[in-house]
């Protein structure tokens, strides 16, 4: 059982910044990879990016002003958005890839609940 909890979601004008937090906690052995997707009203969810061990991609809308990043000591993933535009505004959902058992090595995907961007104009 794996729980992920996002936080850092607000409302913010066209220009500013904002940090997105998600914490992961359960029956934890790895986090191989961890990521951010959003949703914006009227549309599919999408790829904002993802960091593994030691990589990153990131959607070609947010590069450049996004920035994620890690903290495996406290199994937090971070979303630094920076020059937040309008069409930023959707829910951030929180995903990571989990080995929980190291013997089995088994690989299982966890979403949060997502957190709540609004860009104004």
């Known amino acids: 059982q794996v729980q992920l909890v996002e936080s850092g979601g607000g409302l913010v004008q066209a220009g500013g910044s904002l940090r997105l937090s998600c914490a992961a906690s359960g029956s934890i052995f790895r986090i191989n990879t961890m990521g951010w997707y959003r949703e914006a009203p009227g549309k599919q969810r999408e790829l904002v990016a993802t960091?593994?061990?030691?990589?990153?991609s990131y959607a070609d809308a947010v590069k450049g002003r996004f920035t994620i990043s890690r903290d495996n000591a406290r199994n937090t993933v971070y979303l630094q958005m920076n020059s937040l535009e309008p069409e930023d505004t959707a829910v951030y959902y929180c995903?990571?890839?989990?080995?929980?058992?190291?013997?089995?090595?088994?690989?299982?995907?966890?979403w949060g609940q997502g957190t709540q961007v609004t860009v104004s104009s």
């Open positions: 995903k990571a890839i989990v080995v929980v058992d190291r013997n089995r090595g088994n690989q299982y995907q966890y």
């Open positions: 960091i593994g061990s030691s990589t990153t």
